[in-house]
């Protein structure tokens, strides 16, 4: 017995003669922990894997849909292109065909002078 502190500890002697036996259930809990740890990492690499899948899916999407909208917007301004400049060239032809019918003279008694707008 040793004292300490006013607390008594009683200390068995340990068997030298014998050994330590191991818990009769310890393989299966070993077994069922090993079981446990590579469900535990099937799970980890199958969430890995759907990750990484995704994370392709979406950037592979992310550039088809850049490639195609840019296409797109190509093939929209390309067909575009002739009826804008055929709008701009009929407004001038109608801009220039309203100053040529300023600049005359007027076909009305009286007024001779060309009428100029600012």
Same mark, same amino acid.
């Given at each position: 017995m +040793?004292?300490k =502190? =006013?607390r008594?500890? #009683?200390?068995s002697?340990?068997d *030298? /003669?014998?050994?330590v036996? /191991?818990?009769?259930?310890r393989?299966g809990?070993e077994?069922?922990?090993?079981q #446990?740890?590579?469900?535990? +990492?099937i #799970?980890? *690499? $199958?969430s890995? @894997?759907?990750?990484? @899948?995704?994370?392709?899916? =979406?950037v592979?999407?992310?550039?088809l849909?850049?490639?195609?909208?840019?296409y797109?917007?190509y093939?929209?301004?390309?067909?575009?292109?002739?009826?804008?400049? *055929?709008a701009?060239t $009929?407004?001038?032809?109608? *801009?220039?065909? +309203? $100053?040529?019918?300023? =600049? $005359?003279?007027?076909?009305l008694?009286?007024?001779?002078t060309?009428q100029q707008?600012?």
């Amino acid at each position: 017995m +040793r004292s300490k =502190g =006013g607390r008594t500890i #009683k200390l068995s002697p340990v068997d *030298e /003669d014998g050994h330590v036996t /191991d818990h009769p259930a310890r393989a299966g809990l070993e077994a069922l922990m090993d079981q #446990k740890l590579f469900h535990q +990492r099937i #799970k980890s *690499e $199958r969430s890995a @894997a759907y990750w990484f @899948a995704a994370s392709i899916w =979406g950037v592979c999407g992310l550039v088809l849909g850049g490639i195609l909208g840019a296409y797109m917007m190509y093939t929209a301004m390309d067909s575009s292109l002739p009826l804008a400049s *055929e709008a701009v060239t $009929r407004g001038m032809a109608v *801009e220039q065909a +309203r $100053r040529s019918v300023d =600049g $005359r003279p007027s076909l009305l008694p009286g007024n001779n002078t060309p009428q100029q707008q600012p």
